[in-house]
């Protein structure tokens, strides 16, 4: 390496340490948040893609899944509680959150397959029910 820290320097023991032991708990906190904003406002709620797969440390963007009971719920949704929750988790983390947000019908539609399959793998449940019970036949 190129650089290295003296864990024992001030600097690195009563600054840098705190940050670091704080950043592990960033996703968990950011769960937690999104939890509270989407209390009962879907059926169910996933963050996926790599922010949630590949890094403890979510950075960039964030992807989250939402599914709703139907088109009327679903466009509420896009204008009351999303806008909302984008700007509360880009001022406080500093993250962009894209959302893709479904219909319960349109869940069981078979070009959702394949996301579905790498959300119930890698994603992260937020709120609701397991995707699997919500896919109509």
């Known amino acids: 390496y190129q650089y290295a ?27 937690r948040e999104l939890k509270r904003g989407l209390a009962g406002k879907c059926l169910a709620a996933y963050l996926f893609g790599s922010a949630v797969s590949v890094s403890p440390h979510p950075v960039g963007d964030l992807d989250l899944f939402a599914v709703l009971q139907d088109e ?22 500093g993250l962009s959150l ?5 219909t319960r019908e349109e869940l069981g539609r078979r070009t959702m397959r394949s996301l579905i399959e790498a959300i119930q793998v890698e994603g992260r449940k937020i709120e609701g029910k397991d995707l699997g019970t919500l896919i109509t036949k």
């Open 5 to 31: 820290l003296r864990r024992e320097h001030w600097a690195v023991s009563a600054l840098l340490s705190p940050i670091f032991e704080k950043e592990d708990g960033l996703l968990d906190a950011l769960m």
């Open 72 to 93: 009327g719920r679903k466009k509420a949704f896009e204008t009351d509680v999303l806008p909302e929750l984008v700007a509360k988790v880009s001022r406080r983390y």
């Open 98 to 102: 894209e959302a893709k947000i479904v």
